[in-house]
């Protein structure tokens, strides 16, 4: 199992105070990713003000990336799926994997980060679990080409049958990933905070124990939050300010009671840090990760890091850290 | 005065080929070279007529090819979107352009399109209004949830460059939203009535006029070319209701019916001068495709446009080129 070879992606939230600006950073961050031989960037979906991430719409940053690039995989980390209209998404998917050429890889997800929202688009957060499935299954059925209309061929235009394969879940119970196995569809663990050994590893089991289609392989993508720096020391300082507003957060929101050491932030936010050398251990040495991850989708922005930051932790993966864990560029 | 000048492209095509895509970037490209001052881009759903169901998305790569020329939508069906995710597509790709997004809505004509989003074409106004309401609710920043969520990015001064295309004109006035018009017979009174209801609500009138534009080497070559294709197009249209002349009327009628100037470049300046529409046009937008309108064919007519009708009817490129 542990010269399982996986596809080095890169998977942002597109942080920072200025929009335009952080779609600028976007663009320049898989343009230099491709150069370093990443196989693929997947861009996260966050919708209104108030929250985490500034981009309510990647799939249209990555056309703009699409005309920019010409190899590197186009990912979705994830789109909340219960808010979108299945054709809508089946149409603008459909688009983008033409003009780029079948590189777009579709991650979907149920929602749960962006719950306080659901209502501006006039959907329940209590049916979310059944608007996801109702919506994914009427996505692959448009994607295979059914008419929409009965007794008509009314199917989709531009045609995209073989996107069907390239669909990926967000799942955060074991049933949920068993689901995403029955679908013959990717799982993606770690897009949230799940323990390793108690939550991850048992969501992989799920999914590849409900894997039984024969004619393709299981696929896992592993989301890690990876920070590279010279060493522990000054990749602290670099996390401390996103930390304490994050520890903040948690305490406003009543998740914790009082705050802990930053370490101990660190660690249950399995945040992998350090010279590359600690990051290259602490994977190994991780549960959920080798041996289970097809993708390695590894996060390297927080909400206040430079570009200049980013790129180099970009870099210092691509050069140092995927190769150490059996990564080589272009094997895909 | 001098209008702008923009090209519309409903991306049609006899059949869906991958490269159709990149044909359409290609003529925003030769089209900024020109000095036109927008492209548009036509959304049609499942294969109804144009084979492109994501303008938004095109118009992002699009954005990256080309510096200056505005980015249109020409346009979205907005009965079959979600106005608040229209909302955040069209605000990051105004960002990603620079400010360059002029984003026209229209409210659909095909019953099947309808049926297959679970709609019925007669609800389509109805759909059309409560939706342009919440998108332009999210596009002010208003609050979108109870707790005060707004649209982010914060979409700038995208709300005033909504178009509308529709007969309703005075509603588009009141908003304060331009008027695309396209139907040739009835443009004069549209636009009259429009401009009117304008200057009571205070409003600053837009109107991009929409023409199919065919110039050649004479009247009969163009006809050769393009006659087949007005002709699969009427007929579609006449079985669904919304093309009132019988097949076998003239084909002067036909073209006189839609709009479409075609012939030499003299001919067409004339045509559109008699028309009279051209003073005080803000924007004219020339469609210059048919189904089976080639690449080489559309480049040929954009530069017969912008060299030899436009300038003689008072068009000046913005940028020297």
Known sequence: MSDKRFKLGFL??????????GYRDLLEQFELAEELGFDGGWIAQHHLDGGFGLLPSPLVPLAAIATRTRRIELGTGVVVLPLEHAVRLAEDAAVLDTLSNGRVQLGLGSGGANLEVFEAFERETEWRQDDFRRQQQALQRILAGESLVAERQVTLQPPAADLRQRLWHSASTTEGAAYAASQQNGLLIGTATHNPETVQKPLAEAYLSAWTASARPPR???????????????????????INRHIDRLLREGVIDQPQTLED???HLNVHYGHPRDIVRGLKEDPAFLGYADYFLPVVQSETSSQEQVLRRLEILATEIAPALGWQAGRH | MSFALG???????????????????????????????SGWLAQHHLGSEGWLPSPLILLAAAAQRTRHIRLGTGVVVLPQEDPVRLAEDAAVLDLLSGGRLELGLGAGFDPLVAEAFDQRIEQRQQLFDIKLERLIQALEGQP????????QPSAGGLRRRLWQATSRVESAARLGNGLMVAPALSAAELIGRYRQQAQVSGQRPRVALVRGVFPGSSRVAVEREVLADIRRYTDKHRSLGIYPLDAHAPVDQHLAHLGVL???????????????????????????????TDLGSAIRRLELVARHIAPELGWTPARRV
């Open chain 2, 7 to 37: 090209f519309l492209n409903r991306v049609y095509g006899q059949t869906w080929y991958p490269g159709l895509y990149q044909d359409a970037l290609e003529l925003f490209v030769v089209a900024e070279e020109l000095g036109f001052d």
């Open chain 1, 265 to 267: 932030h660190l660690f």
């Open chain 2, 144 to 151: 979108l949830t109870r707790a005060g969520h707004a649209l």
């Open chain 1, 220 to 242: 896992i993508g592993v989301v890690r939050a990876v920070f590279p720096a010279a060493d522990r020391e000054q990749a602290r300082a670099e996390l401390a300010a996103d």
């Open chain 1, 12 to 21: 942002t939230h597109v942080f920072g105070s200025d929009p335009a600006q």
């Open chain 2, 262 to 292: 075609h012939g030499q470049p003299e001919d067409i300046v004339t045509a559109l001068n008699e028309e009279g529409l051209m003073p005080n046009l803000e924007h004219f937008v020339v469609q210059v495709q048919t189904e089976s």
